[in-house]
């Protein structure tokens, strides 16, 4: 019989499909914000990185749009060719001071970051040792590098140790501790200050990925991220991270010595293969980070939604595991369960959690995770809370 090339796409997606592991994708009609359309329908959004609700903030939005009107709609190359803009250096150069580094880079996302520059950082002669919880593109970006993986338990500084002694017994060029900052899928924090310790006890390069932490975390609600709120300044070599979630607008960072920016520039395949962003995303970026500067009250309202939330939530008898952040999992288990959670609370009581269940989280682990957002009201989290109550109830979740 003659062989059907494409028969797996739909045998695959069968599969998924009897297992509840499809992702369908729901279609934002306006803004990214608490109350939006979604597939036509007015719902509470409570799942997006998108912390401190500036993706709408009138002022970035302003910085979008007078920069597309001088700039034009897009950067016509790769950053090295010919896209980069003097805004782009403003960006760089803003956004390094806020992180107190020497210099900054800002790349295509906070994907590409981790693609692009972790194999250029460590290739086969070294070793690698990674949080087992660690995001899928330090993943991908680890297994493209041909370095040995080591994967230590999830912020078991003792098993880290450990795996660093073993490290070293193979005589590597190099040693990289990665980690993210905050765990995407279930808001705990990377015990940096024991991490950067360790490291310097070993020769060891350490990269965090703090995605979720920068907007976020930091002394006086800086936002400044996991670094800032560690005190370790200076201490961690380098910084990936991203403008598309608690900045509210698009791209990746790097943010570490002006060594690193430069290896960057040079290095990173991402970089240099894919193009620049649109002059509107980099002047809306800094538009971002100004915004964040001078208004703390967005992060402040974030932390305070998130400690009333989570309260609450345990309250009423669900595992939240070990949340730290405003990312709230409210863990399930059975990714039917979880699923049918969502799906209840999205037809027939307007909110909008998505499930989140195998590859992202273990299959036993589903979950809804929840998102905190500076743009929720005391009104919109107890409505929220009752109607996740009443389900969870309906479900015997809790
Ligand atoms: C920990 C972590 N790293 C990297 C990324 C990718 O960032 P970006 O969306 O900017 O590509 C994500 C996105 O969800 C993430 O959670």
Redesign the pocket.
């Known amino acids: 019989m003659k062989r059907d090339p494409v028969a797996f796409l739909k045998s695959d997606m069968t599969e998924l499909r009897g297992n509840n592991l499809e992702w369908v994708i729901r279609y934002l009609e306006g803004g990214s914000k608490p109350h939006c359309i979604v597939n036509g329908k007015e719902v509470l959004m409570l799942n997006t ?1 998108n912390y401190l609700g500036l993706a709408t903030h009138p002022k970035i939005i302003q910085a979008a749009i007078d920069a597309t009107k001088k700039y034009g709609a897009g950067a016509g190359a790769v950053p090295v060719i010919a896209g980069s803009f003097d805004l782009t250096r403003e960006f760089q150069e803003k956004f390094a001071k806020y992180k107190e580094v020497e210099a900054s880079l800002l790349c295509q ?4 970051v ?1 693609s692009g520059l972790i194999p250029m950082l460590v290739g086969k002669p070294d070793i690698v040792v990674s949080d087992e919880l660690n ?1 899928g ?2 993943i991908d970006g680890v297994r493209l590098s041909g370095a040995k993986r080591v994967i230590y338990k999830h912020r078991d500084i003792s098993d880290l140790e450990q795996q660093l002694k073993e490290a070293e017994k193979g005589g590597p060029r190099r040693i990289c501790i990665i980690t ?1 900052g905050v765990f ?1 899928m279930d808001g705990d924090m990377a015990p940096l200050d024991k991490i950067v310790n360790v490291a310097e006890e070993f020769g060891a390069m350490i990269f965090v ?1 703090d ?2 932490g920068e907007g976020v975390l930091g002394k006086d609600f800086s936002g400044k991220g996991i670094v800032a709120h560690f005190n370790l300044q200076g201490r961690v070599h380098v910084e ?1 991270g ?1 403008m ?2 608690g900045f509210g607008v698009f ?2 960072t790097v943010a570490g010595s002006k060594d690193l920016i430069e290896f960057c520039t040079n290095k990173s395949r991402t970089y240099l293969l894919s193009t620049a962003h649109p002059p509107g995303v980099v002047a809306a970026n800094i538009a971002s980070i100004e915004v964040v500067e001078s208004e703390p009250q967005h992060v402040k309202a974030v932390w305070e939604h998130t400690n009333y939330f989570k309260k609450e939530v345990q309250n009423m008898g669900y595992d939240t595991g070990r949340s730290e952040t405003p990312i709230i999992p409210l863990i399930i288990g059975d990714p039917g369960k979880a699923q049918e959670l969502a799906r209840i609370l999205f037809e027939e009581e307007n909110i909008y959690g998505t499930p989140i269940v195998f590859p992202m989280v273990a299959r036993e682990l589903s979950r809804i995770r929840v998102q905190m957002n500076a743009l929720l009201t005391k009104d919109d989290l107890n409505a929220a809370l009752s109607s996740i109550e009443k389900v969870g109830k309906k479900l015997d979740i809790i």
């Open positions: 990185n996302t906070g994907f590409a981790n995001h593109s330090i993210d995407s990925d995605c979720h990936g991203s598309s979630k791209g990746g």
